[in-house]
């Protein structure tokens, strides 16, 4: 079968999407001038940890920097500083600026820029944790054992100062030629310990495609995100802080404050059909084997492995977040996250997601032994609802910008023949789903093209107005 040329830029517009979900980048004048006139409540009382080499991780280009770490080998362990920006202190309760970031909720990402939770000039600038400038931050201190696993961990306010940036590709090199930053030396052996922890625990991690829209010039084009080990070790550190704060927030139940993130275990009926799954692609599945390291152990570029890990995401649903205040006596699995396998709080991107500066607020009360403040115990609940509608909205503008860029991109060549891979077969109503390399594609496919096989596909439909394709099954080859 003869294949397509590689197909590398389309124009696309993404205002549509904008004016779809009402995206407005401008922030209104009062909230803008707060944001402007923002300083540090605490100035005064905070810890000078300015003699931690932190460094950042975030990807190119980035200005909003919510992280900063420092990890170092110990004689029984590791210790690890995790700066975080401490929008806690900036913001006032009850401005403008409060009020607007409350209704925002948080950062949503479009490929020609973002529509920020907060001002640039706050997010990007005063509160972020750029290199060479003093920055407030909640300093989270974690003392781990040989196996990376904590044995004590607190938060405090502390004044911090990045000495580098780094994306996730410089990182991975410099750990493959071994000159790592000494920041971050340690980082490759307590990522893999982690990792290696979150399987003991349940953790499910999936490695399917994931569809990326990149600027090419004045066009796009599509790709597969690039995923590095860099990516899983860096991870690890904001997965180890959420769980530390989850913790702290139970360990007071006596006031029971706190918001975490919660996802139900996956009912017995999905591990059954990705038993029979796992059966009819010949993967060979111990019983006493956790479908979390039989995920980790297959190859993810095997047509078997695809097909496996794409019905896995039937596993992973019904994450929400969840108010302690609401539970009487909570069962386990209603404080935990079963992708985690542990209970978890988001406290590490304040700069993009709202509920993470009320998180990180009780987490720092209780750490001091002082009251959570009022502003938190009024706004809570109204911070949760508000992560879970706008929750629900960045996960269609992603779709809604990849289905546009798919759709641009392949106008042109309906009628082309392309080889796919079958994530899914036909199941009444529900039409076969599959997974073309390049352009990288996930879609639905007419016909009942046979699940993990190989097989050649037409594009049948690629409309831009309506961010719809559709393949066609052309039999076997």
């Not at 503008?397 to 990849?402: F, S």
Request: net charge negative; glycine share 6%.
């Amino acid at each position: 079968m003869e294949l397509h040329p590689r197909i590398v830029s389309a124009p696309v517009d993404f205002g549509a999407i904008r004016s779809e979900f009402g995206l407005a980048s401008d922030y209104p004048a009062e909230a803008g001038s707060d944001a402007r006139d923002a300083v540090d409540a605490f100035a005064g009382t905070r810890a000078d940890r300015t003699d931690i080499e932190f460094v950042t991780i975030d990807p190119p280009g980035a200005m909003d920097l919510d992280q900063a770490l420092h990890i170092a080998r110990t004689a029984t362990g590791f210790t690890l500083h995790y700066a975080i920006a401490d929008l806690g202190a900036v913001i006032v309760p009850g401005s403008a600026l409060a009020r607007e970031s409350g209704t925002r909720g948080q950062t949503f990402y479009l490929p020609d820029g973002s529509v920020p939770l907060h001002p640039p000039v706050l997010s990007e600038d005063a509160a972020s944790l750029l290199p060479d400038r003093d920055r407030p931050a909640a300093l989270w201190t974690i003392d781990l054992d040989e196996a990376a696993v904590p044995r004590s961990f607190t938060v405090s306010r502390a004044l911090v100062r990045s000495r580098h940036r780094f994306d996730y590709a410089q990182v991975q090199a410099a750990a493959d030629a071994g000159t790592l930053h000494p920041a971050i030396a340690a980082l490759p052996e307590f990522g893999a310990l982690r990792m290696e922890q979150g399987l003991d625990q349940g953790a499910i991690s999936l490695r399917l495609p994931a569809q990326d829209v990149v600027r090419d010039g004045d066009h796009w084009r599509l790709d597969l995100e690039p995923r590095t080990a860099a990516d899983d070790w860096n991870e690890q550190v904001s997965l180890l802080t959420g769980m530390c704060a989850a913790q702290i927030m139970l360990r007071h139940r006596e006031t029971p404050t706190g918001l975490l993130r919660t996802m139900p275990p996956p009912p017995p009926s999905a591990i059954d059909s990705m038993r029979r799954t796992a059966a009819a692609l010949g993967i060979d599945w111990p019983a006493d084997l956790p479908v979390g390291r039989l995920l980790a152990g297959l190859d993810a570029n095997t047509p078997a492995a695809l097909v496996l890990m794409s019905e896995a995401t039937t596993l992973l649903r019904g994450a929400g977040y969840t108010l302690l205040a609401d539970l009487d006596d909570p069962a386990p699995d209603q404080l935990t996250h079963s992708a985690i396998g542990a209970p978890y709080a988001h406290v590490t991107a304040p700069l993009r997601r709202l509920a993470d500066r009320f998180t990180t607020e009780i987490c720092l009360s209780h750490c001091a032994g002082v009251p959570v403040p009022a502003w938190v115990l009024d706004g809570l609940a109204a911070a949760a609802e508000t992560m879970k509608r706008t929750d629900t909205v960045a996960s269609k503008i992603d779709r809604a910008c990849v289905d546009l860029t798919e759709a641009t991109v392949l106008a042109p060549r309906v009628g082309t023949e392309f080889a796919a891979v079958v994530l899914r077969e036909a199941n009444g109503s529900r039409g076969a789903e599959i997974f073309v390399a390049e352009p990288p594609i996930l879609a639905r496919c007419a016909g009942e093209p046979p699940e993990g096989a190989q097989v050649p596909v037409r594009l049948a439909v690629a409309d831009p107005p309506t961010r719809r394709i559709e393949f066609e099954y052309l039999g076997a080859p």
